[in-house]
């Protein structure tokens, strides 16, 4: 065998070595549970392709070897070195008292499990999959029989040194809970509300990621996105405050933004909170920090113009990778996924700057209630942190005017600091004003002052001394300045 005995099998699929801390543990049984459509058999060809040094046998139970090989090459995967047997049924030996005959299951199932035994002889595997095992009920008196079989069959491949994978399709009248009990791990494929997941229910005598990861199946096959863990990494970096590049605001933030803090831009539509994000970004990339924003909520061509229109060289730092542009679309990507894309850019890009813009459009992704909302933030957020990363949210209230909400979702816990911007009415004249609510790291100013967007960027005046009121939306003059 090809395998030494202490090390991990790939699954094929990288993200699901990573749940499975490396990989499957030779000479072992596993499991590979899932409803139909669940992309089973597309895992169990990964596994079987893995290793182009290993022998692998396919064992269908269920479709042909012709159709085997057209599905597997629809999603990139090439069978040509995997000596697959085809034992589904064929429709030739259909109440002929073939192998398949239905009315007579007690000696086909001793029949069966004695063709997949000399195949497994016949090719001597590293590796096999049988798909799908649980087809041996048919072909079993009772479900006793089928256990035994099941049992001694898993048995007799680990004794021949090879590593067994075999799925099961599990119904109401059939549930396969107890061939847990004979396979030394379980892995499950399922469809829920944010799409297919996969999980791990036992890995004996190995370590795993516990919880439901997301798998997408594209052309290239399967992939698995676990979820981000937000102690797993972290590296050292300056702490020291940098500036956003407007004096004012840097005064405003009592000397700008730290590295590895969190901080949420509040306010309104249309208020400047992806402007003002913009800007601290923009600031960052001059300085040299790559930097990337994620746009859940306005197209890139629109972003760029914006930017470039107020004197935000955008355009050109794209040119030149300082700052990277991706527009997400919230219905089309889950948590875990986009966590994978975060990862990626600051693990092989170096990314020192993220911005999410903004947090309604990331809610759409987790597609599910404020607590998921919260949970999926938090990790991300914290992850990031611990990689030094200044992250910047832009958060959408609801208030035009009216009484003062500082944030929306149940976020507030998670920043270290918060801008908020806010429109006011003043003698029949819609104004904004931007103000700091919280900042863990340092003192802050404790002032709201005038906020602009003009030609030449943002514009922050003075502290409005002279105004009373300001965050109820309709200000007064303050009694001294009467």
Same mark, same amino acid.
């Given at each position: 065998?090809?395998?030494?005995?202490?090390?991990?099998?790939?699954?094929?699929?990288?993200?699901?070595?990573?749940?499975?801390?490396?990989?499957?543990v030779?000479?072992?049984?596993?499991l590979?549970?899932?409803?139909?459509?669940?992309?089973?058999?597309i895992?169990?060809?990964?596994?079987?392709?893995?290793?182009?040094?290993?022998?692998?046998l396919?064992?269908?139970?269920?479709e042909?070897?012709?159709?085997?090989?057209?599905?597997?090459?629809s999603?990139?995967?090439?069978?040509?070195?995997?000596?697959?047997?085809?034992?589904?049924?064929d429709?030739?030996?259909?109440?002929?008292?073939?192998?398949?005959?239905?009315?007579?299951?007690?000696?086909?199932?001793?029949?069966?499990?004695?063709?997949?035994?000399?195949?497994?002889?016949?090719?001597d595997?590293d590796?096999?999959?049988v798909?799908?095992?649980?087809?041996?009920?048919?072909?079993?008196?009772?479900?006793?029989?089928?256990?035994?079989?099941?049992?001694?069959f898993?048995s007799?491949?680990?004794?021949?040194?090879a590593?067994?994978?075999?799925?099961?399709?599990?119904?109401?009248?059939?549930?396969?809970?107890?061939?847990?009990?004979?396979?030394?791990?379980?892995?499950?494929?399922?469809?829920?509300r944010?799409?297919?997941?996969?999980s791990?229910?036992?890995?004996?005598?190995?370590?795993?990621?516990?919880?439901?990861h997301?798998?997408?199946? %594209?052309?290239? #096959? +399967?992939h &698995?996105?676990?979820? $981000?863990?937000p /102690?797993?990494?972290?590296? !050292?970096?300056?702490a @020291?405050?940098?500036?956003?590049?407007?004096?004012e605001?840097?005064?405003?933030?009592?000397?700008?933004?730290?590295?590895?803090?969190?901080?949420?831009?509040?306010?309104?539509?249309?208020?400047g909170?992806?402007?003002t994000?913009?800007?601290?970004?923009?600031?960052?990339a001059?300085?040299?920090?790559?930097?990337v924003?994620?746009?859940?909520?306005e197209?890139?061509?629109?972003?760029?113009?914006?930017? %470039?229109?107020? #004197? +935000?060289? &955008?355009?050109s730092? $794209?040119?030149? /990778?300082?700052?990277?542009? !991706?527009?997400?679309? @919230?219905?089309?990507?889950?948590?875990?996924e986009?966590?994978?894309?975060?990862?990626?850019?600051?693990?092989?890009?170096?990314?020192r700057?993220?911005?999410?813009?903004?947090?309604?459009?990331?809610?759409?992704?987790?597609?599910?209630?404020?607590d998921d909302l919260?949970?999926?933030?938090?990790a991300?957020?914290?992850?990031?942190r611990?990689?030094?990363?200044?992250?910047?949210l832009?958060?959408?209230?609801?208030?035009?005017?009216g009484?003062?909400?500082?944030?929306s979702?149940?976020?507030?816990?998670?920043?270290?600091?918060i801008?908020?911007?806010?429109?006011?009415?003043?003698?029949?004249e819609l104004?904004?004003?931007?103000?700091?609510l919280?900042?863990?790291?340092?003192?802050f100013?404790r002032?709201?002052?005038?906020?602009?967007?003009?030609?030449?960027?943002?514009?922050?005046?003075?502290?409005?001394?002279?105004?009373?009121g300001?965050?109820?939306?309709?200000?007064?003059?303050?009694?001294?300045d009467?």
């Amino acid at each position: 065998m090809s395998t030494a005995p202490h090390s991990r099998l790939s699954t094929g699929v990288e993200g699901l070595d990573d749940v499975l801390e490396g990989g499957l543990v030779p000479n072992r049984a596993y499991l590979l549970r899932g409803g139909p459509g669940m992309g089973k058999t597309i895992l169990g060809e990964h596994f079987l392709t893995a290793d182009d040094d290993a022998t692998s046998l396919f064992v269908s139970l269920e479709e042909s070897a012709r159709n085997l090989e057209s599905n597997a090459a629809s999603v990139g995967i090439d069978l040509a070195d995997v000596h697959v047997v085809d034992y589904s049924p064929d429709a030739t030996e259909f109440g002929d008292g073939g192998a398949y005959d239905v009315f007579a299951p007690g000696d086909r199932g001793e029949s069966l499990s004695e063709r997949i035994r000399d195949a497994v002889e016949a090719h001597d595997p590293d590796r096999v999959f049988v798909d799908p095992l649980s087809r041996l009920r048919q072909f079993t008196s009772d479900d006793a029989t089928f256990y035994e079989e099941v049992g001694a069959f898993t048995s007799y491949v680990r004794e021949t040194g090879a590593t067994l994978l075999f799925s099961t399709q599990p119904t109401m009248t059939s549930p396969d809970e107890e061939l847990e009990f004979v396979a030394d791990g379980s892995i499950e494929l399922a469809s829920e509300r944010k799409g297919r997941t996969v999980s791990v229910r036992k890995h004996r005598g190995a370590a795993f990621q516990s919880g439901a990861h997301t798998v997408t199946i %594209d052309g290239d #096959g +399967m992939h &698995v996105y676990p979820k $981000l863990v937000p /102690d797993s990494r972290s590296r !050292e970096f300056d702490a @020291a405050m940098q500036s956003t590049g407007v004096a004012e605001l840097d005064q405003l933030l009592g000397g700008g933004i730290s590295p590895g803090t969190v901080t949420v831009i509040s306010g309104t539509t249309g208020v400047g909170k992806t402007t003002t994000a913009a800007q601290v970004a923009v600031a960052a990339a001059e300085r040299g920090d790559r930097t990337v924003a994620y746009l859940f909520e306005e197209a890139r061509d629109t972003f760029v113009h914006r930017a %470039d229109a107020i #004197g +935000m060289p &955008v355009a050109s730092m $794209l040119d030149d /990778d300082r700052f990277a542009l !991706e527009t997400v679309e @919230a219905l089309a990507v889950s948590p875990d996924e986009f966590a994978a894309g975060v990862r990626e850019e600051v693990e092989e890009r170096g990314a020192r700057v993220v911005v999410i813009d903004g947090i309604a459009g990331y809610r759409t992704a987790i597609r599910g209630a404020d607590d998921d909302l919260v949970r999926e933030l938090h990790a991300l957020c914290r992850y990031l942190r611990g990689m030094g990363v200044t992250v910047l949210l832009t958060d959408d209230v609801h208030t035009v005017t009216g009484d003062f909400e500082p944030t929306s979702e149940r976020i507030s816990y998670l920043a270290d600091n918060i801008l908020f911007l806010r429109y006011l009415e003043h003698r029949g004249e819609l104004r904004k004003a931007i103000g700091v609510l919280k900042k863990r790291s340092s003192d802050f100013e404790r002032t709201l002052r005038a906020y602009e967007i003009t030609a030449t960027g943002i514009r922050i005046g003075d502290p409005l001394r002279e105004l009373r009121g300001i965050l109820t939306g309709t200000p007064d003059w303050s009694r001294e300045d009467e």
